[in-house]
């Protein structure tokens, strides 16, 4: 019976120190870990490794993921850019969504972008010196999408040594489609550390920070 209770605790411990390994592997693993996840990091070879994994004196951040659907992500730039208006007049700009949910940032943008109607915010983007080209204005959904994920995206921002999110209202590439009036008078603008979202006029700057969608 003795020699039995003594198998059994030798076995026991045994197995503790097997399933300790494993939990050391698995942590050593999450380090390289390149998924397509909230709060990873984007480099600018295009690769995607975590937070714990950046080598600061080996790799260059431009981002970090704040949104994933499938093989999808959105990316939110380490670098604000400043304060721009949505537009230097008012006036509707064609074919750019008004819905507060859509992540159409990439859309927005490009139509923003052929408006003749002057778009500052729209074209500090577009003019955003960096490794990875295809920088968007995020739509006020991709906007609220940070908010809901910021705690997570400002923890790898931190790490990375990215800039520091402001404590305003964002621009986002959408229009206020509440009716055709709000659609020429008002952009949506979103404080990404409440998620709250606001008819602000074109006209009035907001800060502004680039997004990205990989695949």
Known sequence: MKNYIKNNAAMLMMAVAVMGGMTSCEEHTDEFDGSL???????????????????????????????????????????????????????????????????????NTAALLVSEIPTPAAEAVAGFRSPMASWALPSAGELRALASMLPVVENSMRMI?????????????????????SEQMYYLSVAVRSGFVTSTIKTTPGRVRPVLRIR
């Open 37 to 107: 996840r909230v709060g990873n990091i984007l480099l600018a070879d295009n690769s995607v490794v975590s937070p714990q994994g950046y080598d600061a004196d080996g790799q260059q951040a431009v981002g970090v993921i704040f949104y994933c659907n499938r093989d999808t992500a959105l990316v939110v730039s380490t670098h604000e850019l400043g304060s721009y208006a949505y537009a230097d007049s008012l006036g509707t700009v064609g074919s750019v969504d008004s819905d507060s949910r859509t992540l159409c940032g990439a859309e």
């Open 161 to 181: 040594g990215g800039e520091p999110f402001s404590d305003g209202q964002y621009v986002s590439s959408t229009q206020d489609g509440s009716s055709s009036e």
